[in-house]
């Protein structure tokens, strides 16, 4: 098998940032600790890092005199004289750069190729596992090759043309006002929970933003209904478009009017871009196959999931609040790689049960794996009663908004419709 390294590379690199200061800020932004195999040429690089940061002149004494102090694998003079002397030309720095990132790349591609091999050959076969492996060596691929040295000038270039583009910037919304205003927006690539206590209008909530996106906004909207049946979904859709209790609908208990009334909704969501999946045994990579496989990239895509804890994980015996970190941290990998929202379901732990006050919180989630990091947006549902009245306000809680304020609205949950209003 090749070497996947180059001491050489290494030593080049390190010789070039002493002997040359105008390549040392470079340096230290692009090279990470991954970069170098060598021990001995990491603590080197290391040692410059922190010499360059508080601003110390590079030369051999001050380099020993900070190594002398260091707890790591010892470098003595003969090793730091033979990098300073070390045969190599210093208008060649980008491309030693190149080669010792290109070795990092390889020995990343080639552990975690290994790790899935070992895992198979035990039979340790995790589907979500081996496709984080292969999702991060797949996007170290689409990146470009080679030193970015320009990395923030581009940054600052792609800023400009977007502030002063006339085009308006790509945002979602949940299409009610008071609530659209507090969130400024679901953003592309963002992970949005959707939480509450049991019976707190979850699911309607999920769906009328479903009508809004889809019906209204002609958007492609992907709904996994992991509770209950594909059916069940779009009848309380088809009774939210046409204000018919569904309740009629269900039991069949229809006039004339209203069975005219539903057959045109039903043409209506027949010729719109909503794609239901209410598979039982859903796991993040059927999610990501089943959009891939019919996302438009011309049109605008939401992703909703009804509910995390439902979702599937292969691992055996595992810890469930590890599992669902794990899923949470790959829907919103699968979020950024598709530039597409997923608004994703979740149930609350059980400690608020115990509380007097039973208003959800933050912490409420946390219990639940990872997602109150993992989350962009968090939005709770809340009610202080339950009750059978046609009507009642359901008190919706930003209680997490990554680019803009938290808050509170109050909208208007009318059962019969599966409707929500804004007050």
């Known amino acids: 098998m090749e070497k996947l390294f180059s001491i050489e590379s290494e030593k080049a690199v390190l010789c070039c940032i002493i002997k040359n200061s105008k390549y040392t800020k470079l340096a230290i932004n692009t090279i990470e600790e991954k970069d170098f195999k060598c021990k001995k040429n990491l603590v080197v690089f290391l040692t410059l890092k922190q010499l360059i940061i508080r601003g110390r002149k590079i030369d ?25 002397n070390y045969n190599c030309s210093i208008s060649n720095f980008l491309d030693y750069i190149k080669v010792i990132k290109k070795y990092s790349f390889l020995r990343m591609i080639s552990e975690n190729l290994r790790e899935i091999n070992n895992n198979i050959n035990i039979g340790e076969v995790n589907r979500e596992q081996i496709y984080s492996k292969l999702t991060k060596c797949i996007s170290y691929l689409k990146k470009p090759s080679g030193v970015i040295s320009t990395g923030i000038r581009k940054q600052v270039k792609n800023i400009y043309k977007y502030i002063t583009s006339k085009n308006k910037p790509t945002v979602y919304k949940t299409g009610f006002y008071k609530l659209d205003k507090i969130l400024a927006g679901i953003l592309p690539g963002e992970l949005v929970i959707v939480a509450g206590r049991p019976a707190t209008g979850k699911t309607s909530f999920c769906i009328n933003i479903l009508n809004y996106n889809s019906i209204v906004k002609k958007n492609t909207v992907f709904f996994f209904s992991l509770e209950m049946s594909a059916t069940q979904l779009l009848i309380k859709l088809v009774g939210l478009i046409s204000t018919i209790d569904t309740k009629l609908i269900n039991n069949k208990k229809l006039n004339r009017k209203e069975i005219y009334k539903i057959i045109k909704v039903l043409d209506i969501i027949r010729k719109s871009d909503i794609y239901i999946s209410d598979c039982i045994f859903t796991s993040t990579i059927d999610i990501y196959n089943y959009v891939i496989s019919r996302k438009v990239p011309i049109k605008k895509n939401i ?21 669902i970190s794990e899923i949470s941290s790959y829907l919103k990998n699968i979020s950024k790689e598709l530039d597409t929202p997923i608004i994703l379901i979740s149930q609350l732990n059980r400690q608020v049960e115990q509380r007097i006050n039973k208003t959800p919180i933050l912490s409420d989630l946390r219990e639940s794996g990872s997602l109150e990091q993992d989350a962009d947006k968090v939005i709770f549902l809340s009610r202080d009663y339950f009750s059978n009245n046609k009507s009642e306000n359901i008190k919706v809680i930003v209680g997490k908004n990554r680019n803009g304020p938290t808050g509170s609205v109050e909208l208007k949950f009318i059962k019969k419709y599966n409707t929500f209003v804004d007050v």
């Open 60 to 84: 051999i004494p001050v380099i020993l005199e900070e190594l002398a102090n260091s707890k790591d694998i010892k470098v003595d003079v003969k090793y730091i004289t033979n990098i300073y």
């Open 303 to 323: 992703i909703i999931i009804d509910y995390i804890q439902l979702i599937k994980i292969t691992s055996i015996g595992g810890n469930r609040n590890i599992e």
